[in-house]
């Protein structure tokens, strides 16, 4: 698992919002207490999928799955409820055992400090007490991390001994069998069997996902390093490196459809959305969601809205140039002057700067009440003036399509109404999606 999966507390909503952290700081308190504090570096947030499928499946009320922890510094010193249980215990398993694979690799490839001996040499102390306690504790969950192990060690013969022009479904194969077991076993702890087999076959998408994600980010890094990457060796494009991906997203759908769930909202949210931003973020949009969001820029007559609703970055209409004086607003701008957001209007007075000290003291004060990452706000130091981090990130602007639906529904949802992820609590069944 390879941190594919990235959720923005703007396309959330508060009770999703809040799950979600209970899961994410269960996962940290696992790690912490079955394999000790430098486990906690392992934590990440694909990893948490297995905690949240577990706890999805369960018929257990609320109470039973979360206890109060204690003040913790990423929490701003504030207790919060977290995920406790077999499901926090067997994710923290998981990720460990990753974890350890991954450093093995980096290790193996003599990658940054890990090609310094004495770096390396500890770096597999701690790899193989990570594949100790891994096993130890995931065998108390019934779960057995061989699969996992078995499924790195043979990553390497694949791709040692792969024809070029060979499928890069070949070089995945060992990814999807770890991940696919993983999944499965969810469905053990939470005493639903009849969900193995779906689960089994989202977890085997998801691990492609995975990979090809990860190669496709890679492949311009790897060749200017001259490492080996699956879709270069294979001789795979980006186009049908996408199609797979897109595959994956929608066989994951139709694979929890199958699966039968208490609350689904999250799981929804976390793999049938975020996978597909996932693949967006590397690959660009789809575009049938180009053509959505083209729709939504046009006019009810049918005619383009010319603008800047539907293009933000688009510069505002001009008057004529005869009827304003060059230099001032309505007038040509040269092409090689930046307009959009955070550029200051062609012809409009330069902001005073504050100074170094001043600056610094307005950033602290906007860092601490986020207006920095939420909001629009004046620079600290130039004053001009600039969109929020999130505003540029595409958060909080509801579901693609629609704005207000699910992006992977007919329509929105069916019925206009909207899933957890959209911002809201009610709408529609997203089991129908």
């Given amino acids: 698992m390879f941190g594919i999966i990235r959720p923005c507390r703007h396309r959330l909503s508060e009770r999703l919002q809040t799950s ?24 990440n947030y694909d990893g ?20 109060t922890a204690g003040p913790c510094p990423l929490r701003g010193m504030r207790t919060a409820s977290v995920a406790r249980g077999e499901g926090a215990r067997l994710a923290a398993a998981v990720s460990l055992a990753l974890a350890s694979v991954k450093i093995r690799d980096h290790v193996e490839d003599r990658d940054g400090v890990f090609a310094r001996r004495p770096v390396a040499a500890g770096a597999r102390a701690v790899t193989r007490r990570w594949d100790r306690k891994s096993a130890g504790s995931a065998s108390a969950v019934g779960f057995d991390t061989a699969v996992l192990l078995d499924a790195a060690s043979r990553q390497g013969g694949l791709e040692r001994e792969l024809a070029p022009g060979g ?4 070089v995945t194969e060992p990814t999807e069998s770890a991940t696919s077991a993983a999944f499965a076993h969810t469905a053990v702890l939470a005493g639903r069997p009849g969900n193995a087999a779906p689960l089994a076959e989202a977890g085997r998408l998801f691990g492609r996902l995975a990979h090809l994600l990860d190669a496709a980010e890679d492949q ?39 699966v039968e769930l208490t609350d689904r909202a999250l799981v929804h949210v976390l793999l049938a959305h975020e996978t597909e931003r996932a693949v967006e973020r590397v690959f660009g949009p789809a575009a049938h969601a180009v053509s959505c969001r083209t729709r939504t820029a046009a006019g009810t007559d049918g005619t383009t809205d010319t603008g800047t609703a539907g293009n933000p970055y688009q510069a ?33 007075p330069h902001p005073h700067p504050r100074n170094l000290l001043a600056g610094c003291a307005v950033w602290a004060l906007m860092a601490c009440t986020c207006r920095l990452m939420c909001c629009d706000h004046d620079d600290p130091f130039s004053r001009e003036r600039r969109e929020g981090w999130c505003s540029r990130h595409d958060c909080g602007d ?36």
């Avoid at 200017?224 to 759908?253: F, K, M, Q, Y």
Wanted: proline share 9%.
């Fill in 48 to 67: 948490l999928i297995i905690s949240v499928l577990v706890e999805a499946q369960s018929a257990k009320d609320d109470a039973s799955w979360r206890r």
């Fill in 167 to 170: 499928s890069v479904l070949l």
């Fill in 316 to 348: 505002p209409p001009r008057q004529d140039p005869d009827q304003a004086p060059p230099g001032e607003p309505g007038a040509p701008v040269p092409p090689w002057v930046p307009q959009g957001p955070g550029f200051s209007p062609p012809g409009a």
């Fill in 220 to 258: 311009a890094a790897d060749a200017a390093s001259g490492a080996w990457n699956p879709l270069t060796a294979t001789g795979t494009d980006r186009a049908e490196a996408e199609r797979l991906c897109r595959d994956a997203v929608h066989g994951i759908r139709l694979a929890l459809r199958e």
């Fill in 398 to 433: 509801g579901c693609d399509c629609c704005g207000n639906g699910c992006d992977c529904c007919d329509g929105c949802c069916g019925d206009g109404g909207c899933c957890d992820g959209c911002g809201c609590d009610g709408g529609c069944d997203c089991g129908s999606c």
């Fill in 20 to 43: 979600w952290m209970a899961h994410l700081c269960g996962l940290c308190l696992a790690l912490r207490d079955d394999h000790g504090q430098l486990a906690r570096t392992a934590t």
